[in-house]
């Protein structure tokens, strides 16, 4: 596996584990996270200081969370990642109260790399599944 393969492959861990503060090594200080959609509503861009914050929050709400790497593509200074993420929702998250339900969603980030730091993120998720395994979906 190279180096940038590895590299997408801790960051998508991080969520996992809630370790975000590890990542520190590999991110460039101008790092930017696009999220699409946003667990809020819409579409958003955070940086490393924000994306830290949204995984922290994310386990405050989400016990039992499994991430599982499904397929990786590299090209060039790109990875491509399809992933497949399961937890268990339990407190207030993003203005939607715990519900108690496991959901199962899957999602694809693609990381582009400067040299050997990761400088930028797209990450498109089924946000309908996420919500339809919360039971709020309407």
């Not at 109260?97 to 199962?104: D, K, L, Q």
Request: aromatic fraction near 12%; glycine fraction near 8%.
């Amino acid at each position: 596996m190279s180096s940038n393969k590895t590299t997408s492959k801790h960051f998508l861990d991080h969520w996992g584990d809630n370790t975000p503060h590890l990542a520190i090594d590999y991110v460039a200080d101008v790092y930017v996270n696009h999220q699409f959609p946003d667990a809020a509503g819409g579409t958003s861009s955070k940086t490393f200081e924000q994306w830290k914050e949204l995984v922290t929050s994310f386990h405050e709400a989400f016990s039992d969370v499994q991430l599982d790497v499904c397929l990786q593509v590299e090209e060039g200074n790109y990875v491509c990642s399809r992933w497949r993420m399961t937890a268990k929702h339990t407190g207030p998250f993003r203005g939607l109260e715990g519900t108690g339900n496991t959901a199962s969603w899957t999602g694809v980030s693609t990381d582009r790399f400067d040299g050997d730091k990761l400088v930028e993120t797209w990450v498109e998720w089924d946000k309908s599944t996420f919500l339809e395994g919360l039971g709020l979906a309407q």
